[in-house]
């Protein structure tokens, strides 16, 4: 503990709301003093908050509120301390009263607080500090890093007001999501919706204390003299932990690239750009683009709407996802188009087509491992259901997967609601047929996932040469492809648990990962899956005997086809 730290906890001592100074003392071998501390028997703040077998109600809420604000009230006027790290674990609790805690970032505004680098819980962090930590292509999750600024009293303001809501709703801000979709939104001014039923002078209160702008937040004393007299208001607001409804984030895509555009994204003069077509899908098409007079090479996608845009730049950072570059406006386009990494190898589908290209089982494990490795930084990391997994929305660069096409992604935190099935069909989650509208989810990508591994040992399309129709009553009746034979038996049974019918029975993609590492260490030569496409039966492609054979409800189909 530096001499500061003990210091600045003597001096903020006193106050009923402020955990009380004891003394210091020295540990065997430690060159620092440790301080002696009371001890509060409730434990932080946020693991009260998360506790659903309290029942905190809205006086206990306001109560605490109330003491919070009064300890920084003695801090900043009686003691000129600026707090500096303000969360619910710097929060304790003792015999139900609030006891505010760690003055080790803590400064005098006598001094102006100068430090040299951006520290905190990033919810809690005054934007204007952020803002500091954006250039052109950061890592944005550089907490840490060098900079001069000066930390205020607005910037405990600041906090004061996200621990406000959060007191009301009992979950951290922006629960589940990366640092880097965090501060993306904070930066742009976005916040948490406020709790149904919150008093509304209350939530005035702290949307006046998380105001972008430090000069338009209140200074403690009116937040004090706000909430007293808030203190005889009914309130309607729960006991329990708010569940929040999946709705905000797609909806701020357009807002959140405004932002990129301006901090971090490169935008490429289209004058310079010398394109070739190469396809098209859904409203847009593909040009692989020369830059300038130069041998380097882009694809472009011309044109997608700013959630693509958004989605593209947010996945970004894996090897086994291609890499975007940037944006380009072409002259008459109303809406952005991608620039983006060029895979040389074409796509997926193209690739296990060719029988000209042996692809040897410990290739075919491979592609395998590197598609699980893109769709699990999409889920566990980033927080993005893809949900258009298919051969031709995997690229190959360099015998490298590169999985691509965001335009029919989203993410886990809006809910994912569509109004329309779409993709193509033996790769569509069944699920997602039964009923409009629907939520495409993790498990969605699964099934996805599942048909994928059977065709890198196939080579060949699920239910080749039949016409949708019958593909689809095939897939709802519960009708999979059959393994090719001498394919690894863990990898058949892999394959057929991620294409199983009820999403709920699907893997996680952490385990479908797990499972395929331990495939690896097996011996290959136990898998005499064939090197070029697979040529199935004549048996299999017997179709009008299929359908005379299936008892299903046909009602939903006539009305569609």
Request: aromatic letters at 10%; one cysteine or more; proline letters at 5%.
């Amino acid at each position: 503990m530096q001499s500061k730290d003990v210091y600045l906890t003597y001096l903020a001592n006193s106050h009923e709301n402020i955990i009380q100074f004891r003394g210091v003392t020295n540990i065997e071998d430690d060159e620092k003093y440790s301080l002696v501390l009371e001890y509060a028997e409730g434990g932080t703040l946020g693991k009260y908050l998360r506790d659903d077998t309290i029942t905190l109600k809205w006086e206990n809420q306001l109560k605490f509120a109330k003491e919070i604000t009064s300890a920084i009230l003695w801090l900043h006027v009686d003691k000129e301390i600026v707090h500096g790290d303000i969360h619910p674990n710097n929060i304790l609790i003792h015999k139900d009263t609030i006891k505010l805690a760690d003055f080790g970032r803590s400064c005098q505004k006598e001094l102006e607080c100068y430090n040299t680098e951006v520290w905190g819980v990033l919810p809690y962090v005054d934007p204007k500090m952020l803002e500091e930590l954006v250039e052109p292509f950061p890592n944005i999750n550089q907490v840490g890093q060098k900079l001069p600024y000066k930390p205020n009293e607005k910037s405990d303001i600041y906090s004061l007001g996200v621990l406000f809501w959060e007191l009301t709703s009992r979950l951290p801000p922006f629960d589940g999501l990366g640092d880097d979709i965090i501060m993306l939104k904070i930066l742009n001014g976005l916040r948490e919706k406020p709790v149904p039923n919150t008093n509304v002078k209350y939530i005035g209160l702290y949307k006046e204390c998380w105001k972008q702008e430090p000069d338009e937040r209140p200074h403690i004393s009116k937040v004090n003299e706000v909430l007293n007299i808030i203190d005889s208001e009914n309130n309607n607001l729960s006991t329990v932990p708010y569940h929040k409804e999946g709705e905000e984030s797609i909806s701020h895509a357009n807002k959140l690239v405004r932002f990129l555009e301006d901090k971090i994204i490169t935008r490429y003069d289209s004058r310079n750009l010398h394109l070739k077509f190469i396809g098209s899908g859904g409203s847009a098409s593909v040009y692989v683009a020369n830059w300038k007079n130069t041998p380097t090479k882009y694809a472009i996608k011309r044109p997608v709407d700013d959630k693509e845009v958004y989605l593209t730049y947010l996945a970004n950072s894996h090897e086994n996802i291609i890499q975007f570059r940037g944006i380009t406006n072409f002259e008459g386009d109303e809406k952005y188009s991608l620039v983006l990494e060029y895979a040389e190898g074409g796509t997926l589908g193209k690739y296990l087509r060719d029988d000209t290209i042996t692809l040897k089982w410990e290739n075919q494990l491979k592609f395998a491992k590197e598609i699980t490795s893109a769709i699990l930084w999409l889920h566990v990391d980033k927080g993005i259901v893809h949900g258009d997994l298919h051969p031709n929305n995997i690229l190959i660069h360099k015998d490298t997967i590169k999985l691509a096409d965001f335009g029919r992604s989203c993410q886990k935190e809006s809910g994912c609601y569509n109004t329309e099935v779409w993709g193509v069909i033996p790769y569509v989650d069944p699920m997602l047929g039964q009923k409009l509208p629907y939520k495409p989810n993790e498990k969605s990508d699964i099934y996805s996932l599942g048909i994928l591994f059977w065709e890198l040992t196939s080579r060949l399309s699920p239910f080749d040469g039949l016409e949708e129709n019958i593909i689809m009553l095939k897939i709802r009746n519960g009708f999979r492809e059959k393994p090719v034979p001498n394919t690894n038996v863990k990898f058949i049974g892999l394959y057929q648990e991620c294409w199983k019918q009820e999403p709920d029975e699907r893997p996680h993609i952490s385990k479908v990962n797990e499972i395929l590492n331990t495939i690896d260490s097996e011996n290959s030569g136990n898998n005499d899956v064939s090197t070029v496409p697979y040529r199935r039966g004549s048996e299999e492609s017997k179709k009008t005997e299929f359908v005379h054979s299936c008892q299903i409800d046909l009602n939903m189909l006539c009305q569609k086809y």
